[in-house]
């Protein structure tokens, strides 16, 4: 389909629509300083080596990757990093009623930050804040485990049962947990508009949840710079920065309850 919608479109499907899902990925938090790793111009993307290194399989198997990862999560820009107007774009929309999830990319945890309902937002690589033990599965909080490693344990364990933890992301080579993924799918069916923000769609299975919402009948919007996969499948296709566009987008919706 060639996408001839544009933004007045746009803005009225958003207005009309009772339940919207968002797919976010790391164009939308880019704003809020946070590189985008996973995408075309990411730098996991653009350096193969370091992708590698991040692989569950070397990370279970090398403590010095283990060190590097413990030391990375620590100086990672999410900890300093701010919400933009697209997330608070998010929230609006959630407010007036519109929104049935938001399914995210990212591991930053700004939309909560921004204000987003907890519950509404699905985590599908998982999240920064937490850790998970690799072998009992016990999680706790990220902070706590960074205060360790400040104290001096460099590659800290479970304190149950001795195992590697890990951050509870989703790393290369490692599979989308079962019951976060149906609920993405369940939210990309269950949809009238599918807003995809800020994602490449070309990490998958995420990036097949836009042809699931489209399958199902829902209007596919991308707003992203570059081009998608899914591209042509899309009934509109918005290339401004989003920090701009999104609350401009959802500024009618969000003032009609
Ligand atoms: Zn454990």
Redesign the pocket.
């Known amino acids: 389909m060639v996408a001839v919608a544009g933004e007045d479109d746009v803005r009225a499907w958003l207005t009309a629509a009772r339940r919207v899902t968002v797919l976010t990925g790391a164009g939308i938090s880019t704003e809020s300083g946070i590189p985008d790793f996973r995408g075309p111009q990411g730098v996991w993307t653009k350096d193969p080596a370091a992708q590698q290194l991040f692989t569950l399989q070397n990370y279970v198997a090398d403590p010095d990757v283990r060190r590097l990862a413990w030391r990375n999560r620590r100086d990672h820009p999410a900890w300093a990093a701010e919400p933009n107007a697209g997330h608070h774009a998010l929230v609006a929309l959630e407010r007036a009623g519109r929104l049935r999830a938001i399914i995210t990319q990212n591991i930053d945890g700004l939309h909560q930050r921004a204000g987003s309902d907890p519950a509404s937002v699905i985590e599908i690589h998982g999240t920064l804040f937490e850790v998970e033990?690799l072998?009992?599965?016990?999680r706790t909080s990220m902070r706590e485990n960074l205060d360790r490693v400040e104290a001096g344990q460099d590659d800290p364990t479970?304190l149950?049962?001795?195992?590697i933890?890990k951050a509870a992301t989703i790393s290369f080579g490692q599979a989308l947990r079962p019951d976060v993924l149906r609920q993405a799918t369940l939210a990309a069916a269950d949809c009238e508009l599918l807003l995809a923000v800020g994602t490449s769609l070309q990490v998958q299975p995420a990036a097949g949840l836009a042809e699931v919402a489209v399958r199902a009948g829902a209007r596919l919007v991308i707003v992203n710079l570059d081009p998608t996969p899914y591209d042509e499948i899309a009934h509109a296709i918005v290339r401004e920065p989003i920090g701009a566009v999104l609350p401009r987008l959802v500024a009618t919706a969000a003032g009609h309850r």
């Open positions: 033990c072998s009992c599965g016990r479970c149950d049962c001795g195992g933890q």
